[in-house]
């Protein structure tokens, strides 16, 4: 393993923490961002999207011999709709197992009161931090991703470990259960659609470019295009 390793471009920011050695089976790759912020002030959030197993709870079995239940598992997303604001929540009572989930299109911007709570959950406390742990079924751990109107970003995850404390796996399932029974505005019929398209442009003249394709009997076909001029930016 390689602890504090800068990569060897000269400037870089990234911090390489740990690093599987070649041919190795397993192991974990950890890289630090010094540079991502852990403070954002900004209101202007453009999209949210949370995801977590939550640290174990130590509970006392009821005298059935059942546990009280317990939030193990919290998905949030949330991103600015027009006149709206589409959400998106699932929860769990157990790390694995059955989910509930419900989304809506909410009347109004609720974005920047979600900005106020990401502040006071301290989420971009481990801003930067990725760490993937290779041979882990999915759902050991979470990740944590946000864009801003100002350029800032939320971009922290760790494959084998959660990535939010109970308290703020609790805070985010609640603020998102509220809103969602808040005043709901009709999603946008899909009649017609034929195609939908991501893109996005990078200051370092790198890209993403996604369409999909959607054929009458509901499957679709995905074209992806990207260029990193940044050999320290990757995408997942």
Same mark, same amino acid.
């Given at each position: 393993?390689?602890?504090?390793?800068?990569?060897?471009?000269?400037?870089?920011?990234?911090?390489?923490?740990?690093?599987?050695?070649?041919?190795?089976?397993?192991?974990?790759? !950890?890289?630090?961002?010094? !540079? @991502? =912020?852990?403070?954002?002030?900004?209101? !202007?959030? %453009?999209?949210?999207?949370?995801?977590? #197993? %939550?640290?174990?709870?130590?509970?006392?079995?009821?005298?059935?011999?059942?546990?009280?239940?317990?939030? *193990?598992?919290?998905?949030?997303?949330?991103? !600015?709709? /027009?006149?709206?604001? &589409?959400?998106?929540?699932?929860? *769990?009572?157990?790390?694995? /197992?059955?989910?509930?989930?419900?989304?809506?299109?909410?009347? /109004?911007? %609720?974005? =920047?009161? %979600?900005?106020?709570?990401?502040?006071?959950?301290?989420?971009?406390?481990?801003? *930067?931090?990725?760490?993937?742990?290779?041979?882990?079924?999915?759902?050991?751990?979470?990740?944590?991703?946000?864009?801003?109107?100002?350029?800032?970003?939320?971009?922290?995850?760790?494959?084998?470990?959660?990535?939010?404390?109970? *308290?703020? /796996?609790?805070?985010? @399932?609640?603020?998102?259960?509220?809103?969602?029974?808040?005043?709901?505005?009709?999603?946008?019929?899909?009649?017609?659609?034929?195609?939908?398209?991501?893109?996005?442009?990078?200051?370092?003249?790198?890209?993403?470019?996604?369409?999909?394709?959607?054929?009458? +009997?509901?499957? @679709?076909?995905? @074209?992806?295009?990207?260029? &990193?001029? +940044? =050999?320290? #930016?990757?995408?997942?």
């Amino acid at each position: 393993m390689l602890f504090g390793k800068k990569t060897n471009k000269p400037d870089s920011d990234i911090v390489i923490l740990k690093q599987t050695q070649p041919d190795t089976c397993g192991g974990t790759d !950890a890289t630090l961002d010094r !540079a @991502a =912020p852990r403070e954002i002030a900004s209101d !202007a959030l %453009l999209w949210f999207d949370g995801e977590s #197993v %939550l640290p174990y709870l130590d509970r006392a079995r009821r005298d059935d011999g059942s546990f009280p239940p317990c939030l *193990g598992y919290v998905h949030a997303f949330a991103a !600015a709709a /027009g006149e709206g604001t &589409f959400l998106f929540l699932s929860t *769990g009572e157990e790390r694995h /197992g059955e989910r509930t989930s419900a989304w809506a299109l909410v009347k /109004g911007d %609720l974005m =920047p009161d %979600l900005a106020r709570l990401i502040r006071e959950q301290e989420l971009a406390a481990h801003n *930067g931090y990725h760490s993937q742990t290779h041979g882990l079924p999915e759902n050991f751990g979470g990740s944590v991703r946000a864009r801003y109107a100002t350029g800032e970003k939320l971009s922290f995850e760790d494959n084998q470990s959660p990535v939010l404390s109970r *308290g703020q /796996g609790q805070a985010l @399932a609640d603020w998102f259960a509220a809103r969602l029974k808040e005043e709901r505005l009709p999603l946008p019929a899909l009649d017609g659609m034929t195609a939908l398209r991501f893109e996005e442009r990078r200051d370092d003249g790198g890209f993403t470019e996604v369409d999909v394709t959607l054929n009458a +009997d509901g499957s @679709a076909r995905v @074209a992806r295009r990207c260029r &990193f001029d +940044d =050999p320290t #930016v990757y995408e997942k």
